[in-house]
């Protein structure tokens, strides 16, 4: 008779990855673009849907994405691999070239999926520590060699890129792939995108969901080596990217002039957001992302975090985190948005 069994004993008692969706005015918690998509792509995509053939499976390699994407970065096709959002990307790439016998390394504070990702795919975890600062320590790099390296840059939570001449020195360190996540590359005053080619085991991870204000589409893509995408094309489910997904994504990269302007404007409300931080009572770390990591001096982080929503103010409670105690993120929001935020703070803080 057929019954339930356990889960694998290798998942312990890890929860999932979330984030609060709580009934707020303000919701800056989730580093999605405070703004929606180009009124233009919108039309185009509701005109494309009427010729699109939903009764037929999609196409399988997504090749018009694929070249789009080449096309905006200067490389080629078949060195892109698109998948529903970074995360399926990452998950994709840990089925390749994780699981049991391999390592991945993760230096928290960071991106918590990458290392619950290999978890899931029964990849062991080395864990290195950052410097105080939060930036990449590279004596922890050289201390945890590893089949998967990951750099998240610019680092989320804590928001800072790593200088290429970082990056480069993880690449003589680090004896197998190194994994450069970009989910907020395009804020970033450059990217390792410049780094990749066939040779070497160095590849980019972006998104959707952030610049190109498609967090509900899901879609990220990775640029690296052919041979290794050839990999993961191998691994992936068939089918596994919608037709409205693939004509979401062809069709965002027409309004790249938009998006360029949106990032100008949200690193400008970033500028503003953190030297209103800078005269309160908290401490707070530089960014080159559209999220600011601060930690209240007086006051419990996590009192702080329910006081603002009482006041319909949303931010992310960071204070489980690895080394992360009593911090909190919020994501550079609209104008209005931000300036509820700083009401709201200045008043729970007074």
Same mark, same amino acid.
């Given at each position: 008779?057929?019954?339930?069994?356990?889960?694998?004993?290798?998942?312990?008692?890890?929860?999932?990855?979330?984030?609060?969706?709580?009934?707020?005015?303000?919701?800056?918690?989730?580093?999605?673009?405070?703004?929606?998509?180009?009124?233009?792509?919108?039309?185009?995509?509701?005109?494309?849907?009427?010729?699109?053939?939903?009764?037929?499976?999609?196409?399988?390699?997504?090749s018009e994405l694929r070249a789009?994407?080449?096309?905006?970065?200067?490389?080629?096709?078949?060195?892109?691999? #698109?998948?529903?959002?970074?995360?399926?990307?990452?998950?994709?790439?840990?089925?390749?070239?994780?699981?049991?016998?391999?390592?991945?390394?993760?230096?928290?504070?960071?991106?918590?999926?990458?290392?619950?990702?290999?978890?899931?795919?029964?990849?062991?975890?080395?864990?290195?520590?950052?410097?105080?600062?939060?930036?990449?320590?590279?004596?922890?790099?050289?201390?945890?060699?590893?089949?998967?390296?990951?750099? #998240?840059?610019?680092?989320?939570?804590?928001?800072?890129?790593?200088?290429?001449?970082?990056?480069?020195?993880?690449?003589?360190?680090?004896?197998?792939?190194?994994?450069?996540?970009?989910?907020? /590359?395009?804020?970033?005053?450059?990217?390792?995108?410049?780094?990749?080619?066939?040779?070497?085991?160095?590849?980019?991870?972006?998104?959707?969901?952030?610049?190109?204000?498609?967090?509900?589409?899901?879609?990220?893509?990775?640029?690296?080596?052919?041979?290794?995408?050839?990999?993961?094309?191998?691994?992936?489910?068939?089918?596994?990217?919608?037709?409205?997904?693939?004509?979401?994504?062809?069709?965002?990269?027409?309004?790249?002039?938009?998006?360029?302007?949106?990032?100008?404007?949200i690193v400008e409300e970033r500028?503003?957001?953190?030297?209103?931080?800078?005269?309160?009572?908290?401490?707070?770390?530089?960014?080159?992302?559209?999220?600011?990591?601060?930690?209240?001096?007086?006051?419990?982080?996590?009192?702080?975090?329910?006081?603002?929503?009482?006041?319909?103010?949303?931010?992310?409670?960071?204070?489980?985190?690895?080394?992360?105690?009593? #911090?909190?993120?919020?994501?550079?929001?609209?104008?209005?948005?931000? /300036?509820?935020?700083?009401?709201?703070?200045?008043?729970?803080?007074?």
């Open positions: 008779m057929a019954s339930l069994i356990p889960a694998r004993d290798d998942l312990g008692v890890r929860s999932g990855y979330h984030s609060p969706q709580v009934d707020v005015a303000v919701r800056l918690n989730t580093n999605e673009s405070p703004f929606p998509p180009p009124a233009g792509w919108v039309n185009e995509l509701r005109d494309a849907i009427a010729s699109l053939a939903f009764e037929r499976y999609p196409e399988r390699g997504a789009a994407l080449a096309e905006l970065h200067g490389v080629r096709a078949d060195q892109v691999f #698109c998948a529903n959002g970074s995360n399926e990307v990452l998950q994709t790439l840990l089925l390749a070239y994780g699981g049991p016998g391999r390592r991945a390394a993760v230096f928290e504070p960071t991106y918590a999926l990458h290392s619950l990702i290999a978890r899931h795919t029964a990849t062991e975890v080395a864990v290195g520590p950052r410097r105080p600062d939060f930036t990449l320590d590279l004596d922890a790099v050289a201390a945890a060699p590893a089949d998967i390296t990951f750099v #998240c840059s610019p680092n989320n939570p804590t928001g800072r890129a790593e200088p290429r001449e970082v990056v480069e020195k993880v690449l003589e360190l680090a004896p197998g792939l190194v994994v450069v996540d970009e989910a907020y /590359g395009q804020f970033s005053p450059w990217s390792a995108l410049t780094l990749v080619d066939d040779d070497d085991g160095v590849l980019v991870v972006r998104t959707f969901s952030k610049t190109w204000a498609m967090a509900g589409v899901r879609l990220g893509y990775l640029v690296g080596p052919a041979a290794l995408v050839a990999e993961l094309d191998r691994v992936v489910l068939p089918y596994h990217l919608s037709v409205l997904t693939q004509a979401a994504g062809r069709l965002a990269l027409k309004y790249r002039p938009e998006m360029e302007a949106r990032v100008a404007t500028g503003r957001l953190a030297a209103a931080l800078a005269d309160l009572p908290v401490e707070s770390w530089p960014s080159d992302a559209n999220f600011i990591l601060f930690r209240p001096v007086k006051r419990n982080g996590a009192e702080v975090w329910q006081a603002l929503v009482d006041r319909s103010v949303l931010v992310r409670d960071c204070g489980s985190w690895p080394g992360l105690d009593g #911090c909190l993120r919020v994501t550079v929001g609209t104008p209005d948005e931000n /300036g509820a935020f700083l009401a709201a703070l200045k008043e729970v803080l007074a």
